[in-house]
């Protein structure tokens, strides 16, 4: 089943198949923060986001999203439809925290009036810059119906992610995510949605259950991962 090594990233390493429609994605225990600057492992951290990202797909799929999530195949391993990925991460916020305390000054906490969508350019090289729709249509990373599509998932993935998190007693605060398109032109949400790539907060304590615990030296980093796995299970 698994090929040649097509993509390695610094969560995930992504395999051909011997179906050409068809690409394996597994996931990795490696964690960095801040562009790869601070390397560690987390124990189980491939398992738990590979069950995660597969929930979460599953959930977003029966309401309607176009995934590239096909099945779960192992305790580490996806197979999900093969796209290239659009250079560019989306991130949605509902409540600051992370960059937009540090760099615009925002109240750690504070619920934003309506979700915040920011566009950053995937880019190791150059640090994943933030940046503006004009710079994409500028670098032809995508064209303006393509960025209407993304936004238009984004706020709906968002009101999704957020009920379903919040029955789980999850405050979703923000998250990443990463858009391909398939042979057909067609625009499926990629990647993953896993407490790497999101900020969760326990609804009642605010205790943050997500990578932050890991780029800010918390502790309890696989504890509050498995405790995310736990809920959704
Ligand atoms: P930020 O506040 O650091 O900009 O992060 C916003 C959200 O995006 C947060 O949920 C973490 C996620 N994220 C990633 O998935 N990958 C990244 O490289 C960064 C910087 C953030
Ligand atoms: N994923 C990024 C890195 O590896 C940043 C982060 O998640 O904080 O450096």
Redesign the pocket.
């Known amino acids: 089943m698994k090929n040649k090594l097509i993509y390695e990233g610094k969560a995930k390493k992504i395999y051909s198949t011997d179906k050409d429609d068809i690409y394996l994605q597994e996931f990795k225990d490696d964690a960095t923060a801040f ?1 790869g600057l601070k390397k560690d492992r987390i124990s189980h951290k491939g398992e738990i986001n590979n069950f995660i990202s597969s929930v979460i797909f599953s959930y977003l799929k029966e309401n309607s999203i176009p995934v590239h999530f096909l099945e779960k195949i192992s305790e580490t391993e996806m197979l999900v439809s093969r796209v290239n990925i659009i250079k560019i ?1 989306v ?1 949605c ?1 509902n409540i600051a ?6 760099k615009f000054g925002f109240e750690e906490g504070k619920e934003l009036e309506n979700p915040l969508i ?1 566009f ?1 350019y995937k880019s190791d090289e150059l640090g ?1 810059p933030l940046f503006s729709e004009d710079h994409i249509l500028a670098m032809k990373l995508a064209d303006k119906n393509d960025l209407d599509v993304v936004r238009k998932m984004t706020k709906y993935i968002n009101t999704l992610l957020i009920k379903f998190f919040s029955e789980k007693g999850i405050k979703l ?4 995510l990463e858009f391909g398109k398939d042979k057909n032109g067609n625009i499926l949400l990629a990647d993953e949605i896993s407490p ?4 969760l907060w326990d609804s009642v304590t605010n205790k943050k259950l ?2 932050d615990r890991f780029r800010f030296d918390l502790g309890e980093v696989e504890e509050s991962y498995q405790e995310i796995k736990n809920r959704l299970s």
């Open positions: 562009n991460e991130v916020r925290a992370g960059s937009l305390v540090k920011e950053y994943d605060v923000d998250f990443k790497d790539t999101c900020r997500d990578k």
